[in-house]
């Protein structure tokens, strides 16, 4: 089971169809776009980065019914790089294909129930992974990590950030992937395990300074999505459990500032003799803003344990600080996002993770994640320190 297609020939499309092409051995791969110009360059650069034929192109549609399942006729395994709002059309497809499938991330309610359709994958011999990306996705492997090396855990902390390398006020920020998804980040619920409950907490809150070795100072804050289903799988297991997402300093209190002024809302406002959506207006006016293609990205990613192994209490620390590859032209976010997607999808080819449908974080170990990430080239420094 080694044929494979990817849908979404952008940045981390093309990253996950690459890796594939370098480690998922594939007896067929399909880099798909509803852009046929994109597909077929994005094909190309695959095949003359790994110096192989290893991908071809194809059009397809995540809105069409009909152009999902031809691309998945030929498929095994799908990497689903489309927006969050169109993965449930996605499933849809790979249910009717018989298609294994992993996503990029979602919307945590639309996951849950995905994950109740647990049964029917099992009886159709496919297994669909969510949330596989970078925040949730690598994140929560090394929450995994943790927790399988803590007898007892008392928290688990994630952290992650996409960046610019070059701080320029007044946001200290670049656009790595959407600015809608970003807006999605910043005002949809986010969930977190406190004291052993599952609970809702505000976004753009909760902020605190972290030190980061090769940045310095920098600031972190609740976000939705970056834990996903983690705080319902791990209950029980651990008594909190939550992530944040990190910026460079005074970016949290600037868009507050855009949050409490309404330019988020959904409801249309009437403009200069039109009604606008306020939040359409915000970022068609951001992306030109935020959009800097002379300056090259960095990743930030920490994950803190704190618990009880070997009857010593402990604390554990990973960190990832990754940056444009300038010898594949990738951005730290596309390597990041695409290699985690891929590392699952070539899991299931291979036959490592079964029939069903799998919350992200008991699809694979964090232990088994982590050696195939550092396979990759990506540096994972974890540490322990004695707190007793």
């Not at 395994?77 to 969050?84: H, M, R, T």
């Not at 599952?198 to 070795?213: F, G, P, R, S």
Request: glycine share 10%.
């Amino acid at each position: 089971m080694r044929r494979y297609a990817v849908l979404g020939a952008g940045m981390q499309g093309t990253a996950a169809a690459y890796d594939i092409a370098r480690f998922g051995e594939p007896e067929g791969l399909v880099l798909a776009d509803v852009r046929p110009e994109a597909a077929r360059s994005a094909a190309e650069r695959v095949n003359q980065l790994v110096g192989t034929n290893a991908a071809r192109w194809a059009s397809a549609d995540a809105t069409d019914p009909a152009s999902l399942r031809a691309l998945l006729a030929d498929a095994d395994v799908l990497v689903s790089a489309v927006p969050y709002t169109l993965q449930p059309n996605v499933w849809e497809a790979a249910f009717d294909s018989r298609t294994s499938m992993v996503d990029m991330g979602n919307d945590t309610t639309d996951t849950l129930r995905l994950l109740e359709r647990d049964a029917e994958a099992k009886a159709l011999g496919i297994a669909l992974v969510p949330d596989t990306g970078l925040a949730p996705g690598l994140v929560n492997s090394l929450g995994n990590l943790f927790l399988e090396r803590l007898d007892e855990a008392d928290a688990i902390r994630l952290y992650c950030g996409g960046l610019p390398q070059n701080h320029k006020p007044p946001f200290g920020y670049k656009l790595v992937f959407s600015v809608e998804g970003l807006v999605g980040e910043y005002t949809d619920e986010t969930l977190a395990l406190r004291n052993g409950e599952v609970v809702a907490i505000e976004t753009l809150d909760e902020l605190e300074e972290l030190d980061v070795e090769g940045l310095g100072r920098m600031e972190a804050f609740t976000t939705s999505g970056g834990a996903s289903t983690a705080p319902f799988t791990h209950r029980g297991r651990v008594r909190n459990y939550e992530y944040k997402t990190v910026r460079y300093p005074g970016h949290c209190a600037l868009m507050r500032v855009f949050r409490d002024c309404g330019f988020w809302g959904t409801e249309p406002v009437q403009a200069g003799g039109a009604a606008v959506r306020p939040r359409d207006l915000f970022c068609a006016l951001m992306r030109s803003v935020l959009e800097d293609p002379e300056d090259r990205d960095l990743v930030v990613v920490r994950a803190v344990g704190e618990g009880r192994a070997a009857g010593r209490r402990v604390r554990l620390q990973a960190d990832i600080l990754d940056r444009h590859d300038e010898a594949t032209g990738f951005s730290a976010m596309e390597r990041l996002t695409g290699f985690s997607s891929s590392i699952v999808a070539i899991e299931i080819a291979r036959g490592a993770i079964g029939p069903g449908c799998h919350a992200y974080e008991t699809a694979m170990t964090g232990e088994r994640f982590v050696r195939e990430i550092r396979r990759r080239g990506i540096v994972v420094d974890v540490r322990e320190e004695a707190l007793d």
